[in-house]
């Protein structure tokens, strides 16, 4: 059974789901049900390995990337063809990158908090992982809207929607 077929089957957010604005937003929180471990798994597998929390940030969500972007331009908009470097590629990264920016000063707001309590070990790196995902959760509704009305908007002729009426 597909991802498809399992959500449409709930009670309620099946019909919300058969819809294409419900379908399109559902899609992207599920690519962050993807993305977002990813990316705090990575931050919290680099603070382990002792880098500074800054850089365990941008690597960590840098590794998460990838991921979220082929998920989100194939996917969740259903974008098909090249992928643009100018107008779909940079654009996306720059994103990324304004958001493990963000991450980075939550991070080190995050790790001067727990070296000024005294907050070591796991303790520690637990506080810097919610403190990454705290801060990307910050601007996860604002790339949605860029994504859906800039980024990743599939235009269509104008014959193609056109029903023949009988």
């Not at 498809?4 to 559902?26: A, F, N, Q």
């Not at 850089?55 to 194939?74: F, K, Q, T």
Request: glycine content about 8%; hydrophobic content about 55%.
């Amino acid at each position: 059974m597909n991802v498809d077929t399992l959500v449409e089957r709930l009670p309620v957010l099946g019909p919300w789901y058969r819809t294409p604005d419900g379908r399109k937003k559902l899609r992207y929180a599920m690519v962050s049900v993807v993305a977002v471990p990813i990316g705090t798994v990575g931050v919290f597998l680099f603070n382990v390995l002792g880098l500074a929390a800054v850089w365990a940030a941008i690597l960590g969500n840098s590794v998460a990337a990838v991921p979220s972007y082929l998920l989100n331009r194939y996917w969740v908009w259903g974008k098909q063809g090249k992928n643009r470097l100018f107008s779909e590629i940079l654009p996306f990264w720059a994103l990324t990158l304004l958001g493990i920016g963000f991450s980075a000063v939550v991070a080190h707001f995050a790790d001067h908090f727990t070296k000024h309590h005294d907050i070591t070990g796991l303790a520690r790196d637990l506080i810097l992982a919610l403190a990454n995902l705290a801060g990307f959760g910050v601007l996860w509704v604002a790339k949605y809207i860029i994504f859906n009305k800039v980024l990743f908007v599939v235009k269509h002729r104008p014959d193609e929607h056109a029903t023949v009426e009988g």
